[in-house]
């Protein structure tokens, strides 16, 4: 079965602290894993999509990376504004091309100045 | 600009009756697809449909109904056999960018059963 997983569920940092966001998965086949910002009350923004191990993509103070069992969103200085929850998905290959997304439960990650 | 548009914002439902949730899209997607959430939980897919006149049932479609008309429209019934339908409701859509599926999602709507 397709799972994907995120952890921690909430993170917790101080204006400057660096960390990461990790997000560990099962898939048949990948077509692709995907970053999503969501801020409360809003649809998810969309950040990177990564399509094989060791593809990195960088967005200012995020870099996402992936390898063939899990992905890391590292935040680099992190700034109040950066606090959203972050959510991990994958899209299963195969024959049947659907383009549904497996979803992850969020990272909820708040700054403090 | 082309973007999703979901109405409306907020939404109450009361015991027993249906409601209705829009999805209008002008960005020529084929592909469009509904999501619950829930606080603590992932998106979790309740209908998608790839073409016009055309849908299936995603991970939890029991309560819920849809239609697609119009390649720009893919609105979404609750039903009263939907027994917890409190949540936040999101729609989307996509285009097959070569690789994968990029998606385009709404801003959602929240349900709430007074």
């Known amino acids: ?113 | 600009d082309g973007g999703i548009t979901q109405s409306p914002k907020y939404l109450f439902r009361k015991e027993g009756q249906n409601v209705t949730l829009s999805c209008e899209q002008n960005l020529n997607h084929d592909a469009m697809y509904w999501y619950r959430q829930d606080p603590g939980q992932g998106l979790r897919l309740i209908y998608y449909s790839q073409i016009v006149n055309d849908f299936q049932k995603g991970d939890i479609a029991e309560g819920y109904s849809v239609s697609r008309e119009k390649k720009e429209s893919f609105p979404l019934t609750v039903t009263s056999a939907q027994k917890n339908p409190t949540a936040f409701y999101l729609c989307a859509s996509s285009a097959y960018r070569g690789r994968a599926y990029g998606y385009t999602f709404g801003s959602g709507t929240r349900l709430t059963v007074v």
């Open chain 1, 1 to 113: 079965e397709d799972q994907v997983t995120q952890s921690p569920e909430a993170l917790r940092l101080q204006e400057g602290e660096s960390s990461s966001l990790n997000c560990s998965y099962t898939v048949s086949g990948l077509r692709g894993l995907f970053w999503y910002r969501q801020d409360p009350g809003k649809g998810p923004e969309f950040l990177f999509t990564l399509y094989s191990a060791g593809e990195e993509k960088e967005k200012e103070r995020l870099k996402a990376t992936l390898t063939k069992k899990e992905s890391f969103l590292h935040i680099t200085a992190p700034k109040p504004e950066d606090s959203a929850t972050y959510l991990c998905a994958v899209q299963a290959g195969g024959s049947s091309n659907t383009g549904k997304l497996i979803f992850g439960q969020g990272t909820t990650l708040q700054v403090k100045p």
